[in-house]
């Protein structure tokens, strides 16, 4: 019996080598795949009898044969191999036209921190909020979120724009691809082997979030995740003119707390003001 080679102990690269075998009618490369494979997952392991082997084997010599007989033609065209330049225009296609050429119904979701970043720079949710929603808190019926873990345990609901719905509603099929079984968490990591599909961590966020900000050249206290909600509370007070509604959204306990966008707001309006004057 061979011993699996360690690049094959990964379900991906022995699909990929698989199918490099059947390409190339590669037949020894294929029956040694099998015994790899009944190794590790087969119930009685490697304690297989070489009568049960041989018949495993003689099955796989026989599909082949029938399947690609001797006689039959290769592929008819060769496969494509990608030269630099053609990685080159594939790039630049992407960058400048991507959107335009993907239609909206087949692009690819959000990925769960671009999407923890529109919860807190659209809907005004802290750090600490996103990462307790629940797939069960989207209430898409109704156009809402529900907060269940606010500060200070106060749960409130907040509205959804339809394009954040749009977003949340691609992601979903993407999350229960690899959502673990029972996970209940809305955001889950897409990496690592032990992390994978549970629930994204404060940290996590936090260590994506610093990255975007250095890669963007952010100065260093404009950094903080929290400048998300800042943003979205001068939203909200630009497009609603009402304090008392900034602070429900934003789950603010004292309405003088969410003073602070209407200042912030004034602060705005004088400096366009000085612009026209410059003018």
Do not use: C
């Amino acid at each position: 019996m061979l011993a699996p080679l360690a690049n094959w102990q990964d379900p991906k690269k022995r699909r990929v080598t698989a199918l490099q075998a059947l390409q190339t009618r590669d037949e020894e490369r294929l029956l040694e795949l099998h015994r790899v494979y009944l190794a590790l997952k087969g119930r009685r392991r490697a304690r297989l009898s070489s009568h049960t082997l041989a018949a495993y084997e003689t099955g796989i010599r026989e599909f082949l044969a029938w399947a690609w007989p001797p006689e039959a033609a290769g592929p008819r065209m060769p496969l494509w191999t990608v030269g630099s330049d053609e990685v080159d225009i594939w790039l630049h296609t992407l960058e400048t036209e991507g959107s335009r050429l993907v239609p909206p119904e087949r692009r690819r979701p959000l990925r769960p921190a671009s999407l923890a970043a529109r919860l807190m720079g659209e809907a005004g949710l802290r750090l600490s909020e996103v990462v307790a929603l629940d797939v069960g808190h989207v209430l898409f019926a109704e156009g809402l979120l529900e907060v269940r873990r606010g500060k200070g345990g106060k749960g409130r609901s907040v509205p959804l724009s339809k394009s954040l719905l749009r977003e949340l509603e691609a992601w979903l099929k993407l999350r229960q691809l690899h959502a673990r079984a029972g996970e209940p968490a809305l955001l889950i990591n897409m990496g690592g082997r032990k992390a994978h599909g549970r629930r994204m961590s404060a940290r996590n966020l936090q260590l994506r979030f610093a990255e975007h900000y250095r890669a963007l050249g952010f100065p260093a206290r404009y950094r903080g995740v929290h400048l998300l909600r800042h943003t979205a509370g001068t939203r909200y007070y630009q497009g609603l003119r009402d304090l008392y509604a900034v602070a429900t959204l934003l789950g603010h306990t004292d309405v003088n707390t969410s003073a602070i966008y209407a200042k912030m707001d004034r602060e705005e309006l004088q400096r366009r003001v000085e612009g026209l004057e410059a003018e």
